[in-house]
């Protein structure tokens, strides 16, 4: 799987879209990016994913760049409880390709 | 729906003693992965099972370190002997296939 680079900590204003970023400049073609967060001491959260088209669900949007490089989440109106540590993961989509790398994330904290 | 469960939710005991950890995934779901998070490791994947068959285990650190899953609605991480280096927040997560994967509370293990 491609590795993935993120900034270590980033803080946002409450009410502000916190925008994340994320670097996969050596992702494959068939590789998707998924986002996870975790809130302390709590099990990870699945958030989001997506190949090539820009993603949006209930909770954020993903925009992937056109190179599929890089990519950044979205959470339009972040609240206090949206401070977590937010990890980008590219995996294959596949049967058999199941398995997770999480690395170390981005801690996000959001300021009242 | 209630999520993935595991139990116990904190575990404590002495070094050399046998430690098991339990989990019931999602019914319905197909795949079970069991994590371990440290702070000095992060989260990492040990081992994960398809339709209750063993497909990954490189993580599984070492001989002292067993999964099984007998049916589909349950999975044991047993640790025999346990040291104190073991101490960490162990995750069980399911899945169904590839998708999201959702993840339990943990067992959070303290061995003296």
């Known amino acids: 799987d491609a590795k993935t680079t993120q900034p270590t900590s980033m803080d946002c204003a409450e009410g502000r879209a916190a925008n994340l970023p994320c670097n996969h400049s050596?992702?494959?073609?068939?590789?998707?990016v998924y986002w996870y967060r975790q809130i302390h001491s709590q099990g990870p959260q699945y958030i989001i994913h997506?190949?090539?088209n820009n993603e949006t669900n209930e909770m954020a949007s993903l925009i992937i760049t056109e190179d599929r490089k890089s990519s950044t989440l979205i959470l339009p109106h972040a609240t206090l409880r949206d401070t977590a540590v937010y990890y980008c993961?590219?995996?294959?989509?596949?049967?058999?390709?199941?398995?997770?790398?999480f690395g170390t994330g981005t801690r996000l904290t959001i300021i009242p | 729906d209630a999520g993935v469960i595991q139990s116990p939710r904190h575990e404590v005991t002495e070094m050399g003693q046998e430690v098991t950890l339990r989990c019931k995934p999602i019914?319905?779901?197909?795949?079970l992965f069991w994590y371990r998070q440290t702070m000095m490791r992060g989260l990492e994947l040990l081992i994960y099972?398809?339709?209750?068959?063993?497909?990954?285990d490189s993580g599984m650190p070492e001989d002292r370190f067993s999964a099984k899953m007998p049916n589909a609605s349950f999975s044991t991480l047993k640790i025999q002997p346990s040291e104190p280096r073991d101490s960490a927040v162990y995750f069980c997560?399911?899945?169904?296939?590839?998708?999201?994967?959702?993840f339990g509370p943990g067992t959070r293990l303290t061995v003296l």
């Open positions: 997560a399911s899945s169904l296939y590839y998708n999201e994967q959702f």
């Open positions: 019914s319905g779901h197909n795949s």
């Open positions: 997506g190949l090539k």
């Open positions: 993961i590219v995996r294959v989509g596949s049967f058999g390709n199941e398995k997770l790398t």
């Open positions: 050596t992702i494959s073609g068939n590789e998707y």
């Open positions: 099972f398809n339709n209750n068959v063993p497909i990954d």
